[in-house]
C-alpha cells in the first residue's frame, strides 16, 4: 500500500498481494481478516480526494461491466454445459442404433448380388 512492492508489480489485486507476502493466492483468500482490511484500504485509496470524482464514477461504471461481463460469461459456459450434455445424449443414441442396425444385418444373412 506505500507505493513501494518488493516482489511484485505494485498491483492493488490479492494476488499481488499474496506475492509481495509470499504467500499462494489460496492461503491469502483464507485470511479473511487480512483480506477484508486490504480491500478496505484499496477502496479508501481509491475514492479518497485525491481520485476526482469523475474517475471514481467511471471506475465504478468499469466495475459494473466487469460484473456483467462475467454473469454473462458463467450464462454461456452453462448454456455450452447443457449442449455438450445433449449432444453426448445423441451420439449415445445413434451409437445404440447403430449397433441394433449391425446385428440385424448380421442375422439376416442375405447377400445381393449387383450386376456389373
Do not use: C, K, W
Request: no cysteine; hydrophobic share 35%; net charge neutral.
Amino acid at each position: 500500500m506505500a507505493g513501494e512492492p518488493h516482489h511484485g508489480d505494485g498491483n492493488l489485486t490479492v494476488a499481488a498481494l499474496a506475492r509481495e507476502a509470499g504467500i499462494s493466492g489460496a492461503s491469502a483468500y483464507r485470511a479473511t481478516e487480512a483480506l477484508e482490511t486490504f480491500r478496505q484500504r484499496v477502496d479508501e485509496r481509491t475514492s479518497g480526494p485525491d481520485v476526482p470524482a469523475t474517475l471514481r464514477e467511471r471506475i465504478r461504471e468499469l466495475q459494473g461491466e466487469l460484473r456483467e461481463a462475467r454473469r454473462a460469461r458463467h450464462e454461456e459456459i452453462t448454456d455450452l454445459r447443457r449442449s455438450v450434455d445433449t449432444l453426448a445424449q445423441h451420439v449415445q443414441v445413434l451409437t445404440l442404433d447403430n449397433g441394433r442396425l449391425r446385428a440385424e444385418l448380421g442375422r439376416q444373412n442375405t447377400v445381393t448380388v449387383m450386376p456389373t
